[in-house]
């Protein structure tokens, strides 16, 4: 996929959670990515398995994983939805280079807990990229 120069926007369903995430990593949008998390949200770090909660968490986090200049991608595979909730699992892969020159490869089967918001948007409340 090659780098757009327009997000996609915000996430209408929880499947473009996934779609509007791929978008924001390969475009290295470190702010477009923490948009997408709810203010009270969670993430497993996949780097270390850390647990960090918040907007200000999830940014630190993800700030190095940007700056390795990753691909990533995600592929929906089951959604279960109800009551303005939804847990999505999906398989993805990210890929990238580091500051040092090493190369970054992850990949792995995750599961996204999203919540509908008031604007009738998606946002991610828990993140476990296993």
């Known amino acids: 996929m090659a780098a757009r120069d327009v997000s ?6 929880p499947e473009e959670v996934h779609a509007v995430l791929a978008d924001a990593f390969n475009r290295g949008d470190l ?14 770090v996949p780097t270390d398995d850390r ?17 390795a ?11 279960l ?11 993805w892969e990210l ?14 089967q995750g599961t996204i807990v999203s919540r509908r918001r008031p604007d009738g948007t998606w946002g991610i409340v828990l993140d476990y990229p296993r």
């Open 8 to 13: 996609l926007g915000p996430a209408r369903s």
């Open 31 to 44: 702010e477009a990515v923490v948009d997408l998390y709810d203010d009270d949200a969670a993430l497993v």
């Open 51 to 67: 647990l960090v909660r918040g907007r200000a968490e999830i940014r630190a986090a993800t700030a190095p994983v940007l700056a």
């Open 69 to 79: 200049s990753p691909r990533f991608s995600s592929v929906v595979e089951r959604k």
């Open 81 to 91: 939805e109800s009551g303005g909730l939804a847990l999505t699992h999906a398989r």
């Open 95 to 108: 890929a990238g280079t580091t500051a040092d020159g090493s190369p970054l490869r992850l990949s792995g």
